[in-house]
């Protein structure tokens, strides 16, 4: 889905940005962690459940629109007239353009929602460790410390 793999690339590009406010720690264990932030967006129950959310409004205005298109080319088949097909084209933006609004109003809701609770789920669990650092495990070639279960049993115990 378009939407999860912008928000994939939104999540991976802001977990380095948590260097700056996880304190500094004596060099004694492994000061960079990674985590699989796909694998937290497949695994996290709030993140599932708000996927079904959106896909369900999203599904909705897809249905009106194909809808609405449909009876724009039955009409020029049909060879309405040029006023009359520009009226019913101008009447379906009309309508659907709220609808699609709020499907994007509530895709953004939703993804900084979630984004949010990864974070800080991220941040505890790295503070907890003595993480200075936590990456997307895509960047990950050699070493660091995995902190995706950790940050997964977090957020779904909530």
Do not use: C, W
């Amino acid at each position: 889905m378009h939407v999860l793999t912008l928000f994939r690339a939104a999540l991976a590009a802001t977990l380095v940005t948590l260097a700056p406010a996880l304190p500094a720690v004596a060099a004694e264990g492994p000061t960079l962690a990674f985590v699989d932030t796909q694998r937290l967006l497949a695994q996290y129950k709030e993140a599932l459940s708000s996927q079904g959310e959106l896909r369900g409004k999203a599904e909705a205005y897809q249905r009106e629109l194909l809808r609405r298109n449909d009876e724009i080319q039955k009409a020029q088949k049909a060879s309405k007239p040029a006023g009359e097909v520009e009226k019913m084209t101008k009447e379906a933006e009309r309508v659907l353009r709220p609808k699609k609004e709020a499907v994007e109003a509530l895709d953004r809701r939703l993804t900084e929602r979630i984004k949010g609770k990864i974070q800080r789920a991220i941040a505890d669990v790295a503070r907890r460790k003595g993480i200075v650092t936590v990456v997307d495990r895509q960047i990950v070639l050699f070493g660091g410390l995995d902190l995706t279960d950790e940050v997964l049993a977090r957020l779904n115990a909530k």
